[in-house]
């Protein structure tokens, strides 16, 4: 049964109220002078909402204890908290919300939004794992909070905010080089927005959280198998230095959800789970073809400028080539990222336009995998029978979708501007390569800009490790082990397994040759211990594959969480050793089965 939480009282109980103390000085020194923090505090009869009270209150405590030189402390009450939590301000701003209360699966026009209450589960929830770090600095709660009841039945979907009205956002896409039309979230419901004591504001999201009209065949669940990858690949994306969407918690449940897992006529029934999800937005490029492909020009207007304004504060919303500016911007942040996934391995599985990210985030973490062996065929989605998806397409794809983004950007241009918008997406490759070259620079532990020799030193690499069935990850890791002397003279020291295969090679000594006299153009300055070091920080040595992954997933399904809570800690320092992580052999050769293991669309 959906429970909803009403905040009651004032803000006696406000964690803060220590440091207004401290900082009444500071409060009756600001504009408004009388001590209020609200919009409405002048000399109008209006009064302040709690929400909004509480929100002003908080940045300027947060300003106030900065000035002091005080930390402000983290929430310990999840009550208290959630008086910060607001309606997502795309809202506030009055986009058009369906009308239509019932939920139940229908095509929806000229809307951005249709409220759906989430579906509570039916048997116990229990907390998976936590992300602390993004307890603590994203959302200020203490990690202890997470003990609450309110907590786990709030971020399991089985009690909403009344102040709070849960949506399911409309979009479209392109699904495989095809147009489906109308998606949407089909399983997950937006809760509202946070915004922290930096100012960061980040919208919350469940998933896995029920049915929604835009759920066309699905139940609304997703499954704990998924719901692990998902949990622990939006964190160690995260700490790999990659744009990403985060994930705060997982929950498991012993509702019954059906899956036929390889499409393959063997279904079976899993356990549902319910991820809450975290980013600055989660519009999509879908969610400007839909309303271009519909004709709701005007809404697609609105919806575009309220992303410039919101996101892109740097271009000029009176600018007439602020659409041109908008989508060069997201062309240069899609390369960014695209050169980032490749630079570590990671295959994405289900590159559809509504799974890209308006912010150039990676998000939708579903069939992925990272590469054991450098193989640039590797297709991760067993779902994927064309390969459309493979890891050496991923630039490519990148470029198709925002191609589709293009198109739905002209129905806001006049004619004379298309041909710009075109051009501006030719740029995508050139641009994309130039951030690759970057960083396998970075990787190889090569200072200055040697364009051409650089060039040919990393395609001769991984020519070699294509060749002799390296390992992505250790290869690069390994390398960071390696002396001038080592490099001089192609010797690989005892025990570094990936670099023992990768010198198999005829070509290995002479690419070790040109290799040494490329890092002699460093200079003088740089030693062996500073190019390692720079290169360990680069080069992970634990990365989310998929054999980890799965090992975890196993043990989970039979209720035994410590791999996955174990994985989330050791996932947070992926370029530092780790004595667990060795003993777990999460750097080591992958097993025999590895190869063998097979994830799909079906979650």
């Known amino acids: 049964?959906?429970?909803?939480?009403?905040?009651?009282?004032?803000?006696?109980?406000?964690?803060?109220?220590?440091?207004?103390?401290?900082?009444?000085?500071?409060?009756?020194?600001?504009?408004?002078?009388?001590?209020?923090?609200?919009?409405?505090?002048?000399?109008?009869?209006?009064?302040?909402?709690?929400?909004?009270?509480?929100?002003?209150?908080?940045?300027?405590?947060?300003?106030?204890?900065?000035?002091?030189?005080?930390?402000?402390?983290?929430?310990?009450?999840?009550?208290?908290?959630?008086?910060?939590?607001?309606?997502?301000?795309?809202?506030?701003?009055?986009?058009?919300?369906?009308?239509?209360?019932?939920?139940?699966?229908?095509?929806?026009?000229?809307?951005?939004?249709?409220?759906?209450?989430?579906?509570?589960?039916?048997?116990?929830?229990?907390?998976?794992?936590?992300?602390?770090?993004?307890?603590?600095?994203?959302?200020?709660?203490?990690?202890?909070?997470?003990?609450?009841?309110?907590?786990?039945?709030?971020?399991?979907?089985?009690?909403?905010?009344?102040h709070v009205p849960p949506l399911a956002h409309r979009y479209g896409g392109h699904q495989f080089g095809s147009w489906a039309g109308q998606l949407g979230d089909g399983r997950a419901h937006l809760l509202g927005e946070y915004t922290n004591r930096n100012n960061e504001t980040w919208e919350l999201q469940l998933k896995g959280s029920g049915l929604t009209p835009y759920s066309r065949r699905g139940d609304g669940r997703a499954v704990l198998r998924s719901s692990v990858r998902e949990f622990l690949c939006s964190e160690a994306m995260h700490y790999l230095n990659i744009p990403t969407s985060r994930a705060l918690s997982l929950i498991v449940s012993n509702d019954p959800v059906i899956r036929d897992q390889f499409y393959n006529g063997h279904p079976k029934q899993e356990r549902a789970a319910v991820v809450l999800r975290l980013a600055p937005t989660w519009f999509r490029f879908?969610?400007?073809?839909?309303?271009?492909?519909?004709?709701?020009?005007?809404?697609?207007?609105?919806?575009?400028?309220?992303?410039?304004?919101?996101?892109?504060?740097?271009?000029?919303?009176?600018?007439?080539?602020?659409?041109?500016?908008?989508?060069?911007?997201?062309?240069?942040?899609?390369?960014?990222?695209?050169?980032?996934?490749?630079?570590?391995?990671?295959?994405?599985?289900?590159?559809?336009?509504?799974?890209?990210?308006?912010?150039?985030?990676?998000?939708?973490?579903?069939?992925?995998?990272?590469?054991?062996?450098?193989?640039?065929?590797?297709?991760?989605?067993?779902?994927?029978?064309?390969?459309?998806?493979?890891?050496?397409?991923?630039?490519?794809?990148?470029?198709?979708?925002?191609q589709k983004l293009e198109k739905a950007l002209q129905v806001l241009l006049p004619a004379e501007q298309h041909n710009t918008l075109s051009e501006i997406s030719s740029y995508f490759i050139d641009i994309y390569k130039s951030k690759w070259i970057v960083i396998n620079r970075q990787k190889l532990g090569l200072i200055n800009e040697y364009h051409d020799q650089d060039i040919k030193l990393i395609n001769i690499l991984y020519k070699m490790m294509e060749d002799t069935k390296a390992d992505f990850t250790m290869t690069f890791r390994q390398m960071s082990s390696l002396t001038f002397n080592d490099i001089v003279s192609a010797s690989i020291p005892e025990g570094l397994w990936a670099l023992e295969q990768i010198e198999k090679h005829e070509d290995f000594e002479e690419w070790m040759i040109l290799y040494a006299e490329r890092i002699k153009l460093n200079g003088d300055q740089d030693d062996d211990k500073q190019r390692q070091e720079r290169m360990n920080n680069i080069n992970p040595r634990y990365v989310l594959r998929n054999w980890i992954a799965q090992a975890a997933i196993s043990k989970a399904e039979k209720d035994d969480f410590s791999d996955v809570q174990l994985l989330s800690r050791v996932l947070q320092n992926p370029f530092q050793e780790q004595e667990v992580a060795e003993v777990k052999g999460w750097a080591s050769r992958p097993p025999s089965w590895a190869s063998k293991i097979k994830v799909s669309c079906s979650s």
């Open 1 to 162: 049964m959906m429970k909803i939480y009403c905040p009651k009282g004032g803000l006696e109980t406000n964690v803060f109220t220590l440091v207004f103390i401290s900082c009444i000085y500071c409060s009756l020194t600001n504009e408004n002078k009388d001590g209020k923090f609200c919009s409405k505090a002048d000399d109008s009869t209006e009064t302040c909402s709690q929400e909004e009270t509480s929100q002003q209150h908080l940045h300027a405590a947060s300003e106030c204890a900065g000035g002091l030189g005080l930390e402000l402390p983290l929430f310990t009450s999840f009550g208290d908290w959630v008086l910060n939590v607001k309606p997502c301000k795309s809202v506030r701003e009055n986009f058009p919300i369906d009308s239509i209360d019932k939920n139940y699966v229908r095509q929806v026009k000229n809307v951005v939004f249709s409220k759906v209450q989430p579906t509570p589960l039916k048997t116990q929830t229990q907390v998976v794992a936590v992300a602390d770090d993004a307890m603590e600095k994203i959302l200020d709660l203490d990690p202890e909070v997470a003990t609450e009841e309110f907590f786990r039945a709030f971020v399991s979907g089985n009690t909403v905010l009344q």
């Open 286 to 402: 879908g969610s400007l073809e839909i309303l271009a492909s519909s004709g709701e020009k005007h809404l697609l207007k609105k919806l575009v400028d309220f992303i410039l304004v919101q996101y892109f504060q740097d271009i000029d919303i009176l600018d007439p080539d602020k659409y041109l500016m908008f989508y060069y911007n997201v062309v240069n942040m899609t390369a960014d990222m695209i050169a980032r996934w490749q630079s570590v391995g990671f295959a994405h599985g289900v590159m559809n336009t509504d799974n890209f990210s308006i912010l150039s985030l990676t998000i939708d973490y579903g069939p992925f995998g990272f590469l054991d062996d450098y193989n640039p065929k590797f297709v991760p989605n067993y779902s994927d029978d064309e390969a459309r998806y493979s890891f050496e397409n991923q630039p490519l794809v990148a470029r198709y979708n925002l």
